[in-house]
Antibody
C-alpha cells in the first residue's frame, strides 16, 4: 500500500535552515505529484509547494517564494523540502501529501505522518 | 493567495444535517473545479472527503456531499454521527500550479 514516511522532529534556531524528507513506497514514484503542507500549533492547514517527480517541475506558494526549495531523488523515491531563514512562526508540523493525479488536483490521497519543526532561540 | 474563508465553527445534533461554506474568489473557487474538502481529527493527518467539488473517494460515506456556486463551495454532512466531529478544511486550485486552503471549521456534534 502507499506509504509516505517523513524524517523526525527538528529543533532549529532562528535564521537557520531545515530539510525535511518524505520517503514514498508502494507506488510508482514518478507518476504522481507531491505536495508540502504545514500546520502551525492550533492553526489551519497551509499549502506550501508541489513537485512533479517526473521532470522535477516545482511551484511554490507566493508566501514562501525564495525561502523554500523542494527537490527529489528518484533512486530512493524521496522528496525533500528545504526551508531557510527560519523564524519562530515557522514552528509547525510539516506534511508531505501525494496528489492522486499528475497535476494539482487537490485530491491528496496519502499523507506522511508529519514532521514537527520547532524554531526557538 | 489569500486563505479561503470558512466559518470557525459549526454544530448539529446526531441525525441532523450541517453545511459548511468556503468562500474564495473568481481566481480560485470561482474559476476552477478543483475544490476539495478534508477532515482532520486531533493529532491526525487530514483525510480527503470530497474532491473536484462533489466527488467522493472510495470509502467515504455518501452522507458527505459537496457543491459549488460562484465563488463559494459547500460541504454538507447529512445524518450527523459522533465520529463526524472534527476540523474540516476546504482547498482550491488557484492557478499557476498553486493552491490554497481555508482557515478550517470545527464541527461539533451536540
Amino acid at each position: 500500500q502507499v506509504q509516505l514516511v517523513q524524517s523526525g522532529a527538528e529543533v532549529k534556531k532562528p535564521g537557520a535552515s531545515v530539510k525535511v524528507s518524505c520517503k514514498a513506497s508502494g507506488y510508482s514514484f514518478t507518476s504522481y505529484c507531491m505536495h508540502w503542507v504545514r500546520q502551525a500549533p492550533g492553526q489551519g492547514l497551509e499549502w506550501m509547494a508541489i513537485i512533479n517527480p517526473s521532470g522535477g517541475s516545482t511551484s511554490y506558494a507566493q508566501k514562501f517564494q525564495g525561502r523554500v526549495t523542494v527537490t527529489w531523488d528518484t533512486s530512493t523515491s524521496t522528496v525533500y523540502m528545504d526551508l531557510s531563514s527560519l523564524r519562530s512562526d515557522d514552528t509547525a508540523v510539516y506534511f508531505c501529501a501525494r496528489d492522486r493525479f499528475r497535476f494539482w488536483s487537490g485530491y491528496f490521497d496519502s499523507w506522511g505522518q508529519g514532521t514537527l519543526v520547532t524554531v526557538s532561540s | 493567495q489569500s486563505a479561503l474563508t470558512q466559518p470557525p465553527s459549526a454544530s448539529g445534533s446526531p441525525g441532523q444535517s450541517v453545511t459548511i461554506s468556503c468562500t474564495g474568489t473568481s481566481s480560485d473557487i470561482g474559476y476552477y473545479n478543483y475544490v476539495s474538502w478534508y477532515q482532520q481529527h486531533p493529532g491526525k493527518a487530514p483525510k480527503v472527503m470530497i474532491y473536484e467539488v462533489n466527488k467522493r473517494p472510495s470509502g467515504v460515506p455518501d452522507r458527505f456531499s459537496g457543491s459549488k456556486s460562484g465563488n463559494t463551495a459547500s460541504l454538507t454532512v447529512s445524518g450527523l454521527q459522533a465520529e463526524d466531529e472534527a476540523d474540516y478544511y476546504c482547498s482550491s486550485f488557484a492557478g499557476r500550479n498553486t493552491g490554497v486552503f481555508g482557515g478550517g471549521t470545527k464541527l461539533t456534534v451536540l
